[in-house]
């Protein structure tokens, strides 16, 4: 019998703002558009048969735009409840990270609540560099963040399997 551990969190989809005359803002308001409409389809790739440790497609949501609940920030909610997803936690972020890679964002929030170890908070935040790049529709995936949080839970530990 495994132990539940729950994983929730956001995504903050990058965005440029929406400042400016009505031609800028026109620019600005597509590019929103074409950042949301490719970071879906990452995640639309994603596999979709059952493997482990997961990373699904339905793990994902996004609250729909000029909705009550979504103010400035596009966020891409996920989330699951999974059994012991915590012993394959450094798999799990390299299949997160490798995905992240693919996107374009501004930070992410991920918080892991497990039986086994507790919880534990995670926080991806791009460097200010991209942002401005992003800015003058220079998009590339982000490859460079600072990351806060644990890589492996069991480090020096002896594992039974």
Request: contains cysteine; glycine residues 6%; charged residues 25%.
């Amino acid at each position: 019998m495994g132990m539940v551990d729950i994983l929730n969190g956001y995504i903050v989809e990058a965005s440029p703002g929406y400042r400016g005359g009505p031609q800028e803002r026109e620019l600005k308001t597509q590019l929103a558009a074409d950042i949301r409409k490719h970071n879906w389809s990452v995640i639309g790739h994603l596999p979709a048969e059952d493997r482990w440790p997961v990373l699904h497609p339905k793990m994902f949501y996004a609250i729909p735009d000029k909705h009550l609940l979504k103010y400035k920030d596009p966020l891409i909610i996920f989330g699951g409840s999974f059994k012991t997803i915590a012993a394959d936690w450094e798999d799990w972020l390299l299949m997160f990270e490798e995905m992240l890679r693919k996107m374009y964002w501004e930070n992410v929030h991920l918080t892991l609540h497990s039986e086994m170890i507790g919880s534990h908070q995670f926080t991806w935040k791009v460097k200010h560099d991209w942002f401005e790049k992003m800015c003058n529709r220079d998009l590339q995936p982000i490859s460079d963040w600072d990351f806060t949080g644990t890589r492996n839970f069991f480090d020096g530990i002896n594992r039974i399997e």
